[in-house]
Nanobody, 123 residues
Framework: QFKFVESGGGWVQPGGTLRLSCAAT????????IGWFRQAPGKDHEGVSCLGRSDFATYYADSVKGRFNISRDNAKTTVYLQMNSLKPEETAVYYCAATHCWARGMVKKGNYWGQGTQVTISS
């Protein structure tokens, strides 16, 4: 089972920027496609973005296109989600997970969710 540690969340004002990090535990991040998900209070998990194993495939939800960017470090130990122009409605716990990733969508693998990282956008 793939396990991850998310970090980088916090509080920012609307329009602000955060960079989330997703670190693998015990494997390199070219073993599987990686996705970022978020869960707002009272809502289901929502797929935000994913990155394929060889970086050939990337996907962004329509709501974040042009504002978020997913990337992987050269050592393939960390995947990042750069989030710009954040909106209050994007307040949520953000998770990374092993994912099936295509240019048109993403589907999470398995049932495991890590602890996530809280992102709060408010003035």
């Amino acid at each position: 089972q793939f396990k991850f540690v998310e970090s980088g969340g916090g509080w920012v004002q609307p329009g602000g920027t955060l960079r989330l990090s997703c670190a693998a535990t015990g494997f390199t991040l070219d073993t599987t496609a990686i996705g970022w998900f978020r869960q707002a209070p009272g809502k289901d998990h929502e797929g935000v973005s994913c990155l394929g194993r060889s970086d050939f495939a990337t996907y962004y939800a329509d709501s974040v296109k042009g504002r978020f960017n997913i990337s992987r470090d050269n050592a393939k130990t960390t995947v990042y989600l750069q989030m710009n122009s954040l909106k209050p409605e994007e307040t949520a716990v953000y998770y990374c997970a092993a994912t099936h990733c295509w240019a048109r969508g993403m589907v999470k693998k398995g049932n495991y969710w890590g602890q996530g990282t809280q992102v709060t956008i408010s003035s």
